[in-house]
């Protein structure tokens, strides 16, 4: 008997027909909506890293003023280019030398937290202490937050995909090409 598989294309192409509308975006929802989405997404990633500790955007803005946090941003290269919070590190940058950082509050971040809070789980397995961003880049710039590229402040937003494609009035998204997002 012969198997026909999908492989991994056409599982994702099965899953993508499979999400209902609501989670595709919608240009008629209101920021409170989309906001509420954005959250609502993070707390159903969270149970995949429910020990990381996380940190509210209101609560990383108040902590910006003691000068005594750092942003690690753990999104591709290109997505990095789109926008950035405020005075971000890479991942790698961070991975060079975690001791640097000792005595700060390192919050980790991406589009809605789910690629940092795994990356935060990982981290704590090693004994370094982080924050996940609480609802990511999106739930930053629905907080208030500002958002920085290579020019300064923007209002574009990497939304990664369809799925997280809730970024606020007055936000550009910006989705990516397969071989951006993934090499």
């Keep these: 008997m012969r198997h026909y598989g999908l492989g991994g294309f056409g599982v994702l192409l099965l899953l993508l027909s499979l999400t209902p509308y609501s989670a595709l975006g919608d240009e008629n929802l209101t920021d409170p909506q989309k906001k509420e989405i954005v959250y609502e997404m993070y707390e159903n990633y969270r149970k995949e890293f429910p020990e990381v500790k996380e940190v509210s955007p209101e609560t990383a803005m108040r902590a910006m003023k003691t000068d005594n946090i750092i942003f690690v941003d753990t999104r591709k290269p290109a997505e990095m280019a789109v926008s950035m919070l405020p005075g971000a590190i890479t ?79 007055g936000y550009e998204s910006v989705r990516l090409g397969f071989f951006e997002k993934y090499f």
């Excluded at 990356?119 to 880049?137: D, E, T």
């Design 91 to 169: 991942r790698e940058t961070f991975l060079k030398d975690p001791s640097r950082y000792q005595g700060r509050m390192v919050v980790v971040y991406c589009t809605v937290s789910y690629r940092s809070g795994k990356f935060a789980m990982k981290m704590a397995k090693k004994g370094i202490q982080m924050y996940n961003l609480r609802g990511g880049l999106l739930a930053w710039v629905f907080e208030g937050g500002k958002v920085y590229d290579a020019q300064g402040e923007t209002k574009r937003i990497n939304v990664y995909g369809k799925e997280w494609d809730y970024p606020p009035k």
